[in-house]
């Protein structure tokens, strides 16, 4: 093989790679989202192991552990804390690959939290750009200071997401995800 066929096959490879971490389980009239990880088999929860989320889904309500969310498309990007104050590299699931695994996928959803906080969360919003529920923060679990260990973070950009119209949307201590009735 000549040296341009190795070059033209590695560029082949790269880009099936990254179109397949693109798009993900998501039809292709989704906008793509570049993802750190691509989704891994579900691990099967472990006796006694914690729920960190409860989904209600379109079949009822699916009960994810860490590892579980962990397995799922994995989103990652820098963005500063709008009350923290402070910048991390998040990484965790996007709301859309959320709903979507519950079955309501464009559709508005409410985030609930375990200090009995909730808001929603518009499907223009989390359908178009990688709103995430974090679950680390620089590679380490989100502590209870930081407002883990389930956290929703917006990307940097748009800047509107950081605007005051969007601070509602920064919810910290996600226990719950529902579609708004
Ligand atoms: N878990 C939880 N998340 C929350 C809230 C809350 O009370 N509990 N308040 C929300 C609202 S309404 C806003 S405006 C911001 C509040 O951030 P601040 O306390 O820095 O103003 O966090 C959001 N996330
Ligand atoms: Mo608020």
Redo the contacts with the bound molecule.
């Keep these: 093989m000549t040296l341009p066929h190795l070059a033209r096959l590695a560029l082949s490879v790269l880009l099936l790679h990254s179109a397949a971490a693109q798009t993900w389980g998501a039809p292709a009239s989704w906008k793509p989202f570049t993802y750190a990880r691509a989704a891994q088999p579900t691990p099967v929860r472990k006796p006694g192991e914690r729920i960190m989320l409860e989904l209600d889904g379109t079949t009822g309500t699916l009960k994810l552990t860490l590892r579980q969310l962990q397995a799922m498309p994995a989103m990652r990007y820098a963005t500063l804390h709008?009350?923290l104050k402070q910048t991390f590299t998040y990484q965790g699931v996007t709301l859309r690959d959320l709903a979507a695994r519950g079955g309501f996928a464009g559709k508005d959803l409410r985030v609930y939290?375990s200090?009995g906080?909730f808001?929603t969360i518009k499907a223009s919003d989390y359908m178009n750009e990688p709103i995430m529920l974090a679950y680390s923060a620089d590679g380490q679990a989100i502590t209870t200071l930081q407002k883990g260990p389930l956290t929703v973070v917006l990307p940097a950009q748009p800047a509107r997401l950081h605007t005051g119209e969007y601070?509602?949307a920064?919810?910290?201590?996600v226990e719950r995800i529902a579609p708004l009735k």
């Design positions: 709008r009350q939290a200090n906080y808001t601070s509602a920064w919810v910290w201590y």
